[in-house]
């Protein structure tokens, strides 16, 4: 180590996960100190990290003279858990002091009174924004504005729709936005929330409290909704969605556009739609690689997906993952047509309630399948069974035994909850 540049010790340390340990190597000798001083460019404070009999006033003082310490500063993460609230005046001479040169920032303090994040790191060069428990009010673009941010992620933060409208516009580089349990401050019964960006290109909405949700985004390739309960979503762009994940959503109206001929994946599960057909919105994505349909509940009775329009529909589908779903007696991913799954390597069924159908409907898939390698089957064990379900359960077990001798070729697993 003696005979290594101090620049590549400063790098060295700057792969440290936590600041405790970086003060701690900043005392083995002064070519160390001199390091961290002068090329360390990564510090990550976490309450986690330092003893647990540690006053706030104590952990402020740490904080405060580490980052003094250092020059140049690009990367700080603070991360204290509540036990803790700080007083602003330290928090914002950390901010002052590092804000020049900071290009990524992920920032969990409690302060009294509230620091304004956006109104002291605005109109610098951060690339990486991410707020947790904070409060972000009266967004200002005209002076809040982050010209060089790419990522943003707002987690457990309270904010008002116009206000996080204003904030996305004020990123006019933004690539990457992430909504986490947002708490959006309104005072209309039917909130609504309106963003407008033409380079996103990914967004993860989870837990977000609106009813609506209308997006403009000519660039968006990603899009992850979660834990939703809207009235509408709306996605208004140029067809360049390529990744699609649902999970845990309940939306009356949805619309991604007309064109998805870019769409690759497909991922849905515990999912339910109103109107209108969801199958309808994704059938024209020639392109589509992945398909899951897991625990998605149609209310349109007429919306019953066969494996002969799966077929058709996407040539090009490589794994297909479904949920055995009966409702009235009919099953939803049926077995018509004759067409087969001609690319389909990786397939996934599973089921919630099991029944004697189940086994032939694994059979008639993977007979569509020519080319499969790998098979899992997904199922829902209940802890009390009656005598008929301890029955289908060791009928399917034989079913699989000879399905296996049969199919050598095919890799067979199983996942049980």
Request: hydrophobic share 40%; charged share 20%; with cysteine.
């Amino acid at each position: 180590m003696e005979h290594l540049p101090v620049e590549v010790v400063g790098n060295i340390l700057a792969h440290l996960n936590a600041a405790r340990d970086v003060m701690v190597a900043s005392g083995v000798c002064r070519k160390w100190r001199t390091a961290c001083r002068k090329h360390l460019h990564s510090l990550s404070f976490n309450s986690d990290d330092f003893p647990r009999d540690m006053t706030t006033r104590q952990l402020e003082i740490v904080i405060t003279q580490t980052i003094f310490q250092t020059m140049g500063l690009q990367c700080l993460s603070i991360h204290i858990d509540c036990t803790h609230e700080f007083s602003a005046a330290p928090v914002i001479a950390w901010l002052m002091y590092t804000r020049e040169t900071l290009r990524s920032l992920s920032y969990n303090v409690r302060t009294n009174p509230n620091v304004n994040i956006l109104e002291k790191c605005g109109r610098q060069k951060l690339e990486v924004l991410d707020l947790d428990h904070n409060t972000i009010t009266g967004v200002e673009p005209s002076y809040q504005r982050f010209t060089c941010l790419k990522s943003l992620s707002l987690r457990h933060v309270s904010i008002s729709a116009l206000d996080l409208s204003l904030l996305v516009a004020a990123c006019p580089m933004i690539e990457s936005l992430a909504l986490d349990f947002l708490e959006v401050v309104t005072s209309d019964p039917q909130s609504t929330m309106e963003l407008t960006s033409h380079t996103l290109k990914s967004l993860f909405a989870k837990s977000v409290g609106v009813d609506k949700i209308i997006l403009d985004a000519d660039n968006l390739e990603v899009l992850n909704l979660n834990a939703l309960n809207l009235d509408l979503f709306e996605l208004i762009g140029k067809g360049t969605l390529k990744h699609l994940k649902i999970d845990d959503v309940s939306v009356t109206h949805m619309d991604i556009g007309e064109s998805t001929d870019h769409l690759e994946v497909v991922d849905v599960s515990n999912f339910t739609i109103v109107r209108p057909k969801l199958y309808s919105m994704i059938s024209r994505a020639s392109n589509l690689r992945m398909l899951r349909f897991w625990g998605v509940v149609f209310d349109d009775e007429d919306e019953i997906v066969d494996s002969e329009t799966i077929a058709v529909s996407f040539p090009l589908l490589r794994h297909l993952s479904l949920s055995y779903e009966l409702r009235d007696g009919l099953l939803h991913y049926s077995l018509q047509g004759s067409s087969p799954l001609e690319n389909v390597s990786v397939l996934e069924l599973g089921w919630t309630v099991i029944s004697e159908h189940f086994g032939p409907w694994v059979f008639g898939m993977i007979e569509r399948c020519p080319n499969l390698k790998k098979l899992v089957i997904h199922g829902v064990l209940s802890e009390a069974k009656t005598r008929e379900e301890r029955q289908m359960l060791a009928s399917f077990t034989s079913f699989i035994v000879c399905l296996m001798r049969k199919y050598v070729h095919v890799d067979v697993q199983f996942e049980y909850e």
